[in-house]
């Protein structure tokens, strides 16, 4: 069985007091749950402070981004080296900003991965089609390819310790989403090209989650797919009550 994880991208939002404020609001209104990982991802200035904010509860701290050389000449960049010192226990590689505004290929997507489980850090995988890309029909062709690019030089056992995070581009920022159905095929396809690429039984330990326009009006629907396993969570994870109302979507 595999748990939810209900994971926030703050994007470029919140300082370093009101990452700490967000945390303070957040905790007393997921009391009580244990059945649902939560975590999200602050701007690169917070992470360092958020650790402080996090000391005693189960939050997990992501990083937004992460490059696969241990040093060298890559302005603004951080390493895994970097992220594991500071006390990270996630990052999103590929997320579909990155590749769009910064020039992320899949091939790069890969290698961010494979640094990041070098590091003991999980990777969350970013993958999804664009607009026109599903209107042409190629949404499930541009999806294996970018899975297959993503997990190419990982192993069946470190594959287990990797998260997918499906986002319809089309769906991001714009108030669109997809259907519960939409999701969840693309989901069990998703698991079909990992179980392909190395057991069904590796790829049944995978979790997968939808971004893309999640909101408290549409995670309990979605959640029902047999394939969906949590939700990356935008804009709605910028306020905590909001936040919270997701991570409880099963109350």
């Known amino acids: 069985m595999r748990k939810p994880f209900i994971c926030g991208n703050w994007k470029m939002n919140k300082t370093i007091a009101q990452t700490g404020q967000f945390v303070a609001d957040l905790l007393p209104l997921i009391a009580g749950v244990k059945d649902v990982d939560v975590g999200f991802a602050p701007p690169a200035s917070a992470l360092a402070p958020a650790v402080d904010f996090l000391i005693g509860t189960d939050l997990l701290l992501g990083a937004q981004n992460v490059h696969w050389k241990k040093s060298g000449a890559?302005?603004?960049?951080?390493?895994?080296?970097?992220?594991?010192?500071?006390?990270?226990?996630?990052?999103?590689?590929?997320?579909?900003?990155?590749?769009?505004?910064?020039?992320?290929?899949?091939?790069?997507?890969?290698?961010?991965?494979?640094?990041?489980?070098?590091?003991?850090?999980?990777?969350?995988?970013?993958?999804?089609?664009?607009?026109?890309?599903?209107?042409?029909?190629?949404?499930?062709?541009?999806?294996?390819?970018?899975?297959?690019?993503?997990?190419?030089?990982?192993?069946?056992?470190?594959?287990?310790?990797?998260?997918?995070?499906?986002?319809?581009?089309?769906?991001?920022?714009?108030?669109?989403?997809?259907?519960?159905?939409?999701?969840?095929r693309m989901h069990s396809h998703i698991r079909d090209v990992l179980a392909k690429r190395y057991r069904d039984i590796v790829s049944q330990q995978i979790r997968i989650l939808y971004g893309g326009s999640v909101k408290p009006e549409n995670v309990v629907e979605i959640m029902q797919g047999a394939d969906v396993d949590g939700a990356l969570v935008g804009g709605a994870s910028l306020s905590a009550e909001t936040f919270a109302s997701l991570v409880r979507f099963r109350v």
Not at 101 to 118: I, K, N, S
Request: charged residues 25%.
């Open 74 to 184: 890559f302005t603004g960049e951080l390493s895994c080296e970097m992220l594991d010192e500071i006390g990270c226990d996630f990052v999103l590689v590929g997320h579909s900003e990155r590749r769009q505004y910064f020039g992320e290929t899949d091939e790069t997507v890969g290698l961010r991965a494979v640094a990041a489980l070098q590091a003991g850090i999980t990777p969350v995988i970013c993958i999804g089609e664009l607009l026109e890309e599903r209107d042409r029909g190629e949404e499930l062709a541009v999806v294996e390819r970018q899975l297959r690019a993503a997990y190419e030089n990982i192993s069946a056992q470190s594959a287990a310790n990797t998260v997918v995070a499906y986002e319809p581009v089309w769906a991001i920022g714009t108030g669109r989403t997809a259907t519960a159905d939409e999701a969840q």
